[in-house]
Nanobody, 124 residues
Framework: QLQASGGGLVQAGGSLRLSCAAS????????IGWFRQAPGKEREVISC????????YVADSVKGRFTISRDNAKNTVYLQMSSLKPDDTAVYYC???????????????????WGQGTQVTVSS
C-alpha cells in the first residue's frame, strides 16, 4: 500500500514536502507518480520517477517549482513543492506501477497501488 502525507494549508509562495511511503511490495521495482485533482478538474500527472531514478518527468505547470525524489532505502518518494500558487490547491495522490509508461500516462494498472490522497491548500 501507499501512504501519502505532508499536505496542509500554506500561503502563496510557501513550500511543502509531500511523502509517499510504500509497504507490502518491492518498492525498488516500481515507478512512482504524483498526481493531483482539483474540484471540477480532471486528474493531472504532476511528476514521476522511474524505479532506479534514471528517468523523471515534471509537468510544465510545476516545472522549476516542484522536485521529485526517492529514497529506496526508506521505501519513500518525496515531492518538494516550492513557490506554491493558489492554482496548486488540490488533493495530491501518489501511485505506483511496475511500468514507467503507465505511471507517466496516469494509467495505473488495477492491481497496482494508489495512495489515499493528501490535501494541499494554497491561500492567496
Amino acid at each position: 500500500q501507499l501512504q501519502a502525507s505532508g499536505g496542509g494549508l500554506v500561503q502563496a509562495g510557501g513550500s511543502l514536502r509531500l511523502s509517499c511511503a510504500a509497504s507490502g511490495f518491492t518498492f525498488d521495482d516500481y515507478a512512482i507518480g504524483w498526481f493531483r485533482q482539483a474540484p471540477g478538474k480532471e486528474r493531472e500527472v504532476i511528476s514521476c520517477i522511474s524505479s532506479a531514478d534514471r528517468t523523471r518527468y515534471v509537468a510544465d505547470s510545476v516545472k522549476g517549482r516542484f522536485t521529485i525524489s526517492r529514497d529506496n532505502a526508506k521505501n519513500t518518494v518525496y515531492l518538494q513543492m516550492s513557490s506554491l500558487k493558489p492554482d496548486d490547491t488540490a488533493v495530491y495522490y501518489c501511485a505506483a506501477d511496475r511500468l514507467w509508461s503507465r505511471v507517466r500516462l496516469g494509467a495505473i494498472a488495477r492491481d497496482e497501488y494508489w495512495g489515499q490522497g493528501t490535501q494541499v491548500t494554497v491561500s492567496s
